[in-house]
């Protein structure tokens, strides 16, 4: 895991950043949605996109987001990272109250739950990840919270 620290972001950075990530998430998650997740199924260096949809912890409503993902078995391993932000972001404090949830890889959506993973467990998949994106390492180092990484497992 990432061993160097390197400059947090500014709460300015922060403030811009969450606006360009909400608007690339929704026109990212329509797009999936229209063509089966031919296109916004892939990010940088073909690192794998899927939808997964959460219950608002206030709200109730159903709220949706493009993540990248690794699979584990017949499980699906997602990473709270939000770019190495200082906060974790809202889709994970959904999880945290209502971990039943729904998952979209392709055409193909699915009923699961999620649960957070063990440090030790992280410690496992962490090289896994960071293969499949190596900027998770980065986003590890801007921040001093322990980013969490979370189990989708078939409800």
Request: with cysteine; aromatic share 8%.
């Amino acid at each position: 895991m990432a061993e160097t620290r390197l400059r947090p972001w500014t709460p300015t950075e922060e403030k811009f950043a969450n606006v360009v990530i909400k608007a690339m998430t929704a026109a990212n998650t329509w797009v999936y949605r229209l063509t089966g997740g031919r296109l916004g199924g892939k990010f940088l260096r073909g690192a794998p996109v899927c939808l997964l949809t959460t219950t608002g912890r206030r709200s109730g409503e159903p709220r949706t987001v493009a993540l990248l993902y690794l699979e584990d078995g017949r499980d699906v391993i997602v990473v709270a990272s939000k770019g190495g932000m200082a906060k974790d972001p809202l889709w994970y404090r959904n999880l945290e109250i209502h971990p039943e949830a729904r998952i979209q890889v392709g055409n193909v959506e699915r009923k699961v739950r999620a649960v957070r993973v063990s440090d030790r467990e992280k410690e496992a998949l962490w090289p896994r990840l960071v293969e499949m994106y190596p900027d998770f390492d980065d986003y590890q180092g801007r921040t001093t919270r322990n980013i969490p990484v979370i189990r989708l497992t078939q409800a």
